[in-house]
C-alpha cells in the first residue's frame, strides 16, 4: 500500500487528460487526493476520470480550453463548487504543434499569439485563479508549472516553444517571491524527454520515414540512455506538492535524465 501522502487535499491538473499530467493526476489519486482534471477533448478526459475512479478518488474531469480566460473562471468555479478548495495545481497544459517546425522569420503573428496564449498565457490564467482562491481559503499551497528543457536554451525551428517555455519560468520565479509570506509555493518542473504523445508527435514530424529511429537517436542522446516514462515526471511533482519540499520555491527543477547536465 503506497504511502498516502495527499489524503483529503484537492489537486488541480491541467493537460490531466495525457502524457505527463495524466500521470502526475493518477499518482495524486493514489496518495489519496481529489483530483480535477482539465483539457480540452472530453473523450479522453473522461477516461481518464475513469481510471482516477477506479483507484478510489473522487475525480472531476472539466472540459477547458485553458488559453480562455473565461474559461479558466469557469474551471476555478466548478473546482471551488465540487470539492470547496484547491490545494494544489499542476499547470501542465501545451501543445508543441501550433505552426511548428519553422524558422523564426517564418511564424505569423498569428501563430505568435496562438502559441503564447496556449503555453505561456494559459499558465498565467490559471495561476491567477489558482492565487486568489489559495489566498482566500488561507493555509497556503502549493503550485507546479510545467517548463521544458527547451525553456532553457533556444531551439532551432520551435522558437516560440522555446520562449513560452521560457516565459513560464519567469511567471514561476516572480510569483513565487510575491506569494511566499502567505505560504503559497510556486515551483516548475523542468522536462526533458518523456515517453507521450506529446514526444511521439514530435518524432513522427521530424522523422516521418522512421519515427522509431528517431526516438532511439534521441534516447542515445541522454546520459542516462533513454527516454522518460511520465510516473517520473509525476514523481517529481509530488515531491515539489509534498511536505518534503516545504524550503523549496521558485526552483525549476530539471528531470531530463541527465540531457542538459554538459550545458549547466
Ligand atoms: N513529453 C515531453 O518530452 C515533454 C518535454 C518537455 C516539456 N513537456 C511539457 O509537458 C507538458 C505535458 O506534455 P505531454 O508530453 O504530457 O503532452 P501530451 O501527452 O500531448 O498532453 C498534453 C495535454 O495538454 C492538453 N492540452 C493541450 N492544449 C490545451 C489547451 N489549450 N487547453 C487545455 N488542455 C490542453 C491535452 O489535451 P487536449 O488536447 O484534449 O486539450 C493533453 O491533456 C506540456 O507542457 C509539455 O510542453 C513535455
Not at 187 to 191: D, P
Given at each position: 500500500m503506497s504511502e498516502r501522502r495527499f489524503a483529503g487535499t484537492v489537486a488541480l491538473i491541467t493537460g490531466g487528460s495525457s502524457g505527463i499530467g495524466r500521470a502526475t493526476a493518477l499518482s495524486f489519486a493514489r496518495e489519496g487526493a481529489k483530483v480535477v482534471i482539465a483539457s480540452?477533448?472530453?473523450e479522453q478526459g473522461e477516461a481518464v476520470r475513469h481510471e482516477l475512479e477506479a483507484l478510489g478518488a473522487e475525480a472531476e474531469f472539466i472540459p477547458t480550453d485553458v488559453s480562455q480566460s473565461s474559461q479558466v473562471e469557469l474551471l476555478m468555479g466548478r473546482t471551488i463548487a465540487r470539492f470547496g478548495r484547491l490545494d494544489y495545481a499542476f499547470n501542465n497544459a501545451a501543445a508543441i504543434d501550433i505552426g511548428v517546425f519553422k524558422p523564426s522569420a517564418d511564424f505569423s503573428e498569428e501563430e505568435f499569439d496562438k502559441h503564447i496564449a496556449?503555453?505561456?498565457?494559459?499558465?498565467?490564467?490559471?495561476?491567477k485563479h489558482e492565487i486568489s482562491q489559495m489566498l482566500h481559503q488561507g493555509g497556503g499551497g502549493a503550485i507546479v508549472n510545467t517548463s521544458s528543457v527547451n525553456g532553457l536554451g533556444g531551439v532551432p525551428q520551435n522558437a516560440l516553444y522555446a520562449a513560452s517555455k521560457a516565459g513560464v519560468l519567469g511567471l514561476t520565479k516572480s510569483a513565487a517571491q510575491e506569494y511566499a509570506k502567505q505560504g503559497i509555493r510556486i515551483?516548475?518542473?523542468?522536462?526533458g524527454g518523456f515517453d507521450t504523445p506529446m514526444l511521439n508527435g514530435v518524432f513522427a514530424r521530424v522523422s516521418p520515414e522512421d519515427p522509431r529511429a528517431a526516438k532511439t537517436g534521441f534516447a542515445q542522446l541522454v546520459p542516462l540512455g533513454r527516454i522518460g516514462r511520465p510516473e517520473e515526471a509525476a514523481d517529481a511533482v509530488?515531491?515539489?506538492c509534498s511536505s518534503a519540499s516545504s524550503y523549496v520555491t521558485g526552483h525549476s527543477l530539471?528531470?531530463?535524465g541527465g540531457m542538459t547536465a554538459p550545458f549547466r
Open positions: 480540452r477533448g472530453a496556449s503555453n505561456l498565457k494559459s499558465v498565467w490564467l490559471c495561476m515551483n516548475a518542473l523542468v522536462a509530488l515531491w515539489l530539471i528531470v531530463d
